[in-house]
């Protein structure tokens, strides 16, 4: 849990777990075949690899407050891995990954170039500092339990084995720089207006995968939601919008309805199509004050989209009108067959999605100095 960070207890708890899910996938970016990232399994995120000597346990903590040799982040760290539950033979290594930084005086700094039988005399120099008052209060403070659940209550066998495979790695990057530093790593293959949309799709795939037997995330899924992502979001003439095909709500449709666009609609009787008609045309006002990569060459691309779209309505137009029959038919005929058919592609665009062609369509029809309208006049 995060130290020092927000008033808010829930709050802080959603950041620190947030922080241990970006630890995760920063480890699934170097992921070697058959290995998987696992949250929650036996502990904040484990690799888990066919060689168990490649297989890693880390504890993730993101504090302000310093590392210091009796800080219970170390205690509690190592009580855990000294758990009957916890088979550490599972791992080549057990990490205590912290935002901290070693205290001053702390004799920790040279925990990771230490033998386990150094490692041990540190650990029990340490202790040495309580007295037996300390020790022997009634009730004991939270550290005293975890100091005497260590030093007292393990098998020293499982002790040393313990200690031989921790790391302490401290300073790590807190929750803003790993953001900083993830973003970084996406240079060169994501465009810098796109990173925030690829990062999210990344980090949403991670949640999905939670379910309430297991959380896991193997290399092939991984690698796959990446390639699927870096297609979307990776260098392009112009980086295509996501379309929501949803249907305007009432609010939206009481909003719009005195759009030109709509009063076409309604010229022809047509009201049932007005939530999707207006659906549609706001998916498209949106995507287009949306600043992605390359988003003047994409509304470029509108521009050219509408008037080719336009010169193709002009001569259907035309030839409904020169049908016989209910007017009001012919026009609803006519807006049936336009919105529904194929959209047709341009470049950088070849396969448009439904919703961005018929928004453009209404915006279109919105435009007052174009002569567009569905009513067919024989």
């Not at 509304?299 to 007017?327: D, H, L, N």
Request: proline share 4%; glycine share 4%; with cysteine.
């Amino acid at each position: 849990m995060s130290g020092g960070k927000s008033k808010n207890a829930a709050l802080t708890t959603a950041l620190a777990f947030h922080y241990q899910v970006l630890i995760g996938l920063d480890k699934c970016f170097s992921l070697d075949e058959g290995q998987s990232v696992w949250f929650e399994k036996d502990g904040d995120v484990s690799l888990i690899s066919p060689d168990a000597l490649a297989s890693t346990q880390t504890e993730v903590k993101d504090y302000a407050a310093p590392l210091t040799d009796h800080h219970e982040n170390l205690w509690k760290t190592l009580k855990n891995w000294l758990a009957p539950e916890f088979d550490h033979t599972q791992y080549g290594v057990l990490v205590l990954h912290t935002t901290q930084p070693f205290g001053a005086t702390t004799r920790l700094k040279e925990w990771n170039t230490q033998t386990a039988e150094q490692r041990l005399a540190v650990l029990k120099d340490i202790f040495s500092d309580r007295s037996d008052t300390q020790l022997n209060a009634e009730p004991p403070s939270e550290i005293i339990k975890l100091q005497k659940a260590v030093m007292l209550n393990a098998d020293d066998e499982n002790l040393i084995a313990v200690l031989e495979k921790t790391v302490l790695h401290v300073e790590s990057e807190d929750l803003d720089e790993l953001k900083k530093s993830y973003f970084n790593k996406l240079s060169g293959y994501i465009p810098h207006s796109n990173r925030q949309a690829f990062a999210e799709g990344l980090i949403g795939f991670i949640y999905e995968q939670a379910n309430y037997a297991r959380w896991v995330i193997d290399k092939t899924a991984f690698d796959q939601k990446r390639e699927a992502l870096t297609a979307k979001w990776g260098p392009t003439l112009f980086t295509i919008p996501d379309f929501d095909a949803r249907d305007a709500t009432e609010d939206e449709i009481d909003a719009y309805i005195t759009e030109l666009f709509a009063q076409k609609i309604l010229e022809i009787e047509y009201e049932n199509v007005l939530p999707e008609a207006t659906g549609n045309w706001l998916e498209l006002r949106n995507a287009l004050i949306e600043e992605l990569n390359g988003y003047p060459q994409f509304r470029e691309a509108v521009g050219q989209y509408r008037e080719r779209w336009i010169r193709i309505f002009s001569a259907k137009y035309r030839s409904a009108c020169r049908k016989t029959g209910s007017p009001v038919a012919l026009a609803q005929d006519l807006y049936d067959q336009v919105t529904s058919e194929t959209p047709f592609g341009i470049e950088g665009y070849p396969n448009p999605d439904p919703v961005f062609r018929n928004g453009l369509i209404h915006d279109a029809m919105d435009d007052d100095e174009q002569d567009l309208k569905w009513k067919v006049e024989p």
